[in-house]
């Protein structure tokens, strides 16, 4: 229920802002690309925000956004994704709770390569004619990729008694994304924190750090009955945008 109160919050809000909308409100598309040691990760998307106030400096809108993440160690490690294990809470109690090592286990994989396809929820604020801060999150999508194999490394007993560590897995990203909060969400989701300078009319840079949850689900279910694994990416990003 909360998930729907805060969504319809949203489109109350946005459905306002179209009544606001000034020569500060724009549309464009985006092309990002962000890497680090692990890998990298390309990302296109599509923004609408819509300037608040007499002003418009601050913005509020939305988007559409594929993130893609190629691995570039063959060995990639996922640790246990949810939050009713990893803090024993959820929700936003879970982003400032402790994790409980004893229930976190790690996914092995091999070759990883997701690709998410996600809603987005976008602030802005122009600091400057030419310069904008802002900042954007995934809210709810998809993901796709191939299965891969894994080993899972872990000490606990799954619910017949018997230890998986060591044991062979097949896995695959999980396919529906939904933003909670912390180990909460679902999925595969990015979130980026940046600045923007226009260096025209149409043609503005981004600069930034981009944070991930990158989900693969198990094709069984092991210690403590869990079948979810996720990594978490901290990457620096560049980007282009155009406006329309």
């Known amino acids: 229920m909360k998930i729907v109160f805060y969504g319809f919050l949203f489109l109350v809000i946005a459905h306002k802002t179209l009544s606001q909308k000034n020569e500060n409100s ?7 690309i962000a890497s680090g040691k692990k890998g990298f990760s390309p990302a296109m998307s599509y923004e609408k925000l819509f300037g608040l106030g007499q002003k418009g400096k601050l ?23 949810p939050a009713s294990l990893t803090s024993g809470k959820s929700s936003l109690a ?10 976190i286990d ?7 390569q997701t690709n998410a396809l ?14 904008e801060v802002g900042f954007n ?34 896995a695959s990203p999980t396919k529906f994304n939904l933003l909670l909060i912390s180990d909460s969400d679902i999925g595969s989701l990015n979130s980026e924190i940046f600045a923007r300078y226009f260096i025209s009319e149409k043609i503005g840079i981004r600069a930034g750090a981009s944070f991930q949850f990158l ?3 198990a094709d069984k279910k092991l210690a ?10 901290l990457l620096p990003f560049v980007a282009l945008s155009i406006k329309f």
């Not at 996600?118 to 310069?131: E, Q």
């Open 224 to 233: 403590f009955d869990n079948d979810r694994y996720r990594s978490k990416q």
């Open 26 to 32: 724009f549309e464009a598309f985006d092309i990002a």
């Open 59 to 81: 913005k509020l809108g939305y988007g559409l956004r594929y993130t893609g993440y190629f691995a570039q160690e063959k060995k990639m490690n996922f640790r246990t994704a």
């Open 137 to 170: 999150i995934d809210a709810i999508g998809f993901t796709f990729g191939k299965k891969q194999r894994g080993i899972f490394v872990g000490n606990e007993t799954d619910s017949d008694g018997k230890s998986n560590n060591g044991k062979s897995v097949i």
């Open 106 to 112: 790690t996914l092995q994989l091999d070759n990883v």
């Open 215 to 217: 989900e693969y689900t």
């Open 94 to 103: 879970a982003l400032f709770s402790e994790d409980i090592d004893s229930q």
């Open 118 to 131: 996600n809603l987005t929820i976008r602030l802005g604020y122009s600091i400057a004619k030419k310069i």
